[in-house]
């Protein structure tokens, strides 16, 4: 990689901690903040932060089609910028509606931030080496929630919380313009587009017209290769089941079935997230060890499930419960895998809209995931006034279950070796 290449993955990075963690610290450390400012209870700003991870969402493909066609200096840069003017106008938004806008608006610029590193360490790294190179620029951006919460917290007690949102907001645009002109040359995926672009004589029409029935053409490539769906379903598993663990039912879950206070509960809750941090360089390196993602996916999943069930099951005392669920973050992130082990299916020139299909996979898992437990956990409960340890566990179980299928049918499909990645690309 030349200094470009690794200035350009950095600013990526940058790009994802900052959005990450902004796009998580603010409905968190905000939240009756919010409520007061836009006159709104906790639904109507649940529903507004939602809308964002929406528009995350159902951008996805569009965002991978874009990437492996478009220069990734520029989409980075202005995605950069596009996301922190959001920010500003979300936080002068004179109503519900205007910061209804800005959320989708936030939520489309944030969508390219994932696909932008893995297509950055994809195009500039040997295969062998995108496991690693993502996994540590992952879990590096991962960082932006954890340093974000407690600074905004802190910042919004000494100054008021709109003009900290608008430092951070005009920051951002600092950056991204900095960042433009910092990162020099042109972006060899942009350049393999001017070389093979159609001569200016052809009608515009028959270009757009090939160029859609090529879009088209790829994505059908990959819908109808049945290991890429697979590896979707294992992702959407293992990522919803967190998911679904931490960012839903976590807290509660932990006072109910261990009997501990919310603070105790909030804590516990963050060493998973601390254990995810760590887990996905991890599991990338173990790939590289064992010379296979398969394996390495297939035990990190299953060690997963049971160290949820464990949690779910036993009454541990408190340190040690701390300890399974850092255990658990780490396990939990044999789900990063899936994304260089699709990227090992196919040709690079795709790599962007392999990793967007199968993230989309990934992000309806969490979801789908989320809104059975809670549908498990209220059946459970019937006609009760309050949850009970039962109820919780019977919750748990599908997500255990849904993992084992994953695991399941991840078995029956074969995925390429390290060694067969390296040969193919000699």
């Not at 509606?97 to 936030?106: G, H, M, S, T």
């Not at 052809?202 to 270009?207: F, G, S, Y």
Request: neutral net charge.
């Amino acid at each position: 990689m030349s200094k470009k290449h690794i200035f350009l993955l950095g600013f990526c990075i940058l790009f994802f901690a900052y959005q990450y963690g902004l796009r998580s610290a603010i409905p968190n450390v905000l939240n009756e903040d919010l409520q007061n400012y836009f006159e709104a209870n906790t639904s109507q700003i649940g529903f507004l932060i939602s809308l964002s991870c929406l528009a995350y969402t159902v951008m996805q493909i569009p965002v991978g089609i874009i990437m492996d066609r478009a220069n990734a200096k520029n989409i980075s840069a202005l995605s950069f910028a596009l996301f922190s003017s959001g920010l500003i106008c979300f936080v002068i938004s004179p109503d519900l509606i205007c910061a209804a806008v800005a959320q989708l608006f936030l939520g489309i610029s944030a969508s390219f931030s994932f696909i932008l590193i893995i297509k950055v360490s994809n195009d500039y790294f040997s295969r062998e080496k995108v496991a690693i190179v993502s996994g540590i620029a992952i879990s590096a951006g991962s960082l932006g929630p954890v340093i974000c919460n407690p600074l905004l917290a802190h910042l919004s007690g000494v100054f008021s919380w709109i003009n900290v949102v608008l430092f951070f907001g005009v920051l951002g645009v600092i950056c991204a313009v900095v960042g433009f002109f910092v990162i020099q040359g042109k972006d060899s995926s942009a350049d393999s587009i001017t070389d093979s672009s159609v001569d200016s004589s052809v009608d515009l029409n028959t270009e757009v017209a090939t160029e859609t029935s090529s879009i088209l053409e790829d994505i059908k490539t990959i819908i109808s290769d049945r290991r890429y769906i697979v590896i979707g379903i294992f992702s959407m598993a293992v990522l919803g089941s967190l998911s679904s663990f931490c960012d839903a039912w976590g807290v509660s879950f932990m006072t109910c079935v261990h009997g501990i206070s919310r603070e105790q509960a909030s804590l516990a809750v963050s060493f998973v997230y601390t254990g995810t941090i760590i887990g996905g360089p991890l599991f990338a390196y173990l790939s590289g060890v064992f010379n296979s993602f398969k394996k390495v996916m297939l035990g990190g999943a299953v060690s997963f499930a049971i160290l949820l069930g464990l949690v779910s099951f036993v009454k541990l005392p408190i340190t040690m419960l701390y300890a399974i669920l850092f255990v658990m973050g780490i396990f939990a992130m044999c789900q990063f895998l899936a994304f260089p082990a699709a990227l090992s299916l196919g040709e690079k020139r795709l790599g962007a809209t392999v990793t967007s299909i199968v993230n989309t996979l990934t992000m309806l898992g969490c979801t789908i995931l989320i809104c059975v437990f809670g549908y498990v956990l209220d059946w459970s409960k019937g006609a009760e006034q309050l949850y009970s340890a039962t109820d919780y566990r019977c919750s748990i179980m599908v997500s255990i279950m849904s993992i084992l299928f994953a695991v399941f049918i991840l078995s029956f499909i074969k995925l390429p070796t390290y060694k067969e990645i390296s040969e193919q690309e000699n």
